[in-house]
């Protein structure tokens, strides 16, 4: 079947770093992904969306990777800070809508 | 962009009873699909909501337990039929406003059936 996992169910990382969370992909080849950023008690907010043909797509300290030979999406941010903490959500498009289907989330902390 | 809001942001219901919920968009939009996010999970698609057509449900989720009205471009509702408490969940909405692009998503419905 069709699966995208995000390995890491949390991460902690020390201010001023750079965090790096993973999205892998089995059984398929996405046209594109999409990074989310989900708060408590809030809906997902978009990021970014990087396209199989974009090796790299950057939004301010943000920076994501397609490495369609892995099958699998980096999400980096760099600089991080507190203020980075959030569940952060890869996802796939797919059907005649372009449904989407996420990955389980990476929880990170970005400690001060 | 899109701006959504959901009616209400939470309630608590009484195991068999139903409860609607509403979404409602700042602009007109084809598509707005139905999520549902248990507790400490991602979230899962219910339902894709076309306006003027039935609502396209995925694999797990039917119409009598979860119907779905669009009457325009900018409205939906999504009903949980028939409560237990297996379906404590947040439920949002969600808009993407061309094909193939991002998705923006309201705030999200919190339910607690006791």
Redesign the interface.
């Known amino acids: 079947s069709q699966k995208i996992e995000q390995n890491s169910e949390a991460l902690n990382i020390q201010e001023g770093k750079t965090a790096t969370l993973t999205c892998n992909y089995t059984n398929y080849s996405p ?2 992904l ?1 990074w989310y950023r989900q708060d408590p ?6 990021l970014l ?1 990087i396209r199989e043909n974009e090796k790299e797509k950057r939004k301010e300290r943000l920076k994501v990777t397609f490495d369609t030979t892995l099958k699998q999406s980096l999400f980096h941010i760099t600089a991080s800070q507190p203020a980075d903490s959030a569940t952060y ?1 890869c996802a796939r ?1 797919s ?1 005649s ?9 990476t929880q990170l902390t970005v400690l001060p | 962009s899109a701006v ?1 809001s959901q009616k209400p942001s939470r309630d608590i219901c009484q195991r068999g009873t139903s409860l609607t919920i509403q979404c409602q968009v700042d602009s007109q939009v084809t ?1 707005m ?1 139905w999520y549902r996010q248990q507790p400490g ?5 219910i339902a ?1 909501a ?1 306006q003027g057509s039935e609502a ?1 449900y ?1 694999s797990g989720f039917v119409i009598d337990k979860f119907p779905i009205s669009r009457p325009n471009l900018t409205f939906s509702t999504l009903t949980v039929s028939n409560m237990s408490p297996e379906d404590s969940s947040i439920y ?1 909405c ?1 808009v ?1 406003l061309a ?10 419905t ?1 339910l607690t059936v006791t």
């Open positions: 046209a594109y999409q008690g809030r809906g997902p907010v978009f969306l959500l498009a059907g809508a372009r449904q989407l289907t996420f990955g389980s989330g | 959504i598509m699909f999970q991602s979230l899962t698609l894709t076309n396209t995925e949002l969600s993407g094909q193939g692009n991002e998705q923006y998503f309201g705030p999200g919190r």
